[in-house]
């Protein structure tokens, strides 16, 4: 099964203690990300209010003592998972963009990745979506901040769309909410072994987020 290790793309997103020797550097690196798979996995197992410091350094197999060394608290953990996923969640729906030339195929390219990275990093997924609202006002705007990015990127494509005649879209703010809210759903529903497989499940909601612009 996938884990946090896939979002190596924004590992460097994480404020990690400074060390002077580069083994010490790779060292609190590695017991700081084994403590962000931990809370990945006790977040989406019990909920963050249900876990605590004590779980999550259990599961790295990590003094308790050894959480507070990387991050200032529980709350510091989630937000770091959270701004990390946003930052690769930009970067599926930025990448995505730039592979296709028109606004149809742009656009369901964009639904297409960011259905099927819900649906490959559910577990994360839903720690980032789900417990935004646990994160401090501080947080949760510099975190609103990355989300207002993602959604830029959707509504300037879908803007050029009705521009060049391609979609019909009397509120692009509103068709965006519809399209984020489709595709972040499926971390929600979505399990391994389902017969439906990440990749199926991009195509098909790229395919519907065409039917919903009627391109």
């Given amino acids: 099964a996938k884990r946090l290790l896939s979002l190596d793309q924004a590992r460097h997103a994480v404020n990690m203690t ?4 580069p083994t010490n550097r790779r060292a ?11 809370a990945v996995d006790a977040f989406a197992d019990k909920g963050f209010h249900a ?8 599961r790295a197999h990590l003094s308790p003592a050894g959480v507070y060394v990387h991050f200032a608290s529980k709350q510091d953990l989630l937000f770091q998972l959270c701004r990390q996923g946003h930052v690769l969640a930009l970067e599926v729906v930025t990448t995505a963009r730039k592979s296709a030339d028109t606004p149809p195929a742009q656009l369901a390219a964009i639904v297409s990745a960011f259905a099927r990275w819900h649906a490959e990093q559910f577990r994360t997924a839903r720690i980032v979506q789900y417990e935004f609202p646990q994160l401090t006002p ?5 975190v609103m901040t990355l989300r207002k990015q993602i959604d830029a990127v959707v509504k300037a494509v879908l803007r050029e769309g009705v521009a060049s ?8 703010a509103m068709t965006t909410l519809a399209l984020q809210s489709l595709t972040i759903d499926v971390a929600r529903w979505y399990k391994p072994g389902i017969r439906r497989t990440p990749e199926s499940i991009g195509a098909a909601y790229g395919d519907l987020a065409l039917r919903l612009v009627k391109a």
Avoid: C, K, N, Y
């Fill in 18 to 21: 400074a060390w002077t020797q």
């Fill in 28 to 38: 609190a690196g590695d017991s700081a990300q084994r403590l962000m798979d931990a």
């Fill in 51 to 58: 876990t605590s410091t004590r779980d999550i350094a259990a």
């Fill in 138 to 142: 501080e947080h949760r705007e510099e």
């Fill in 165 to 172: 005649g391609d979609f019909d879209v009397p509120d692009v």
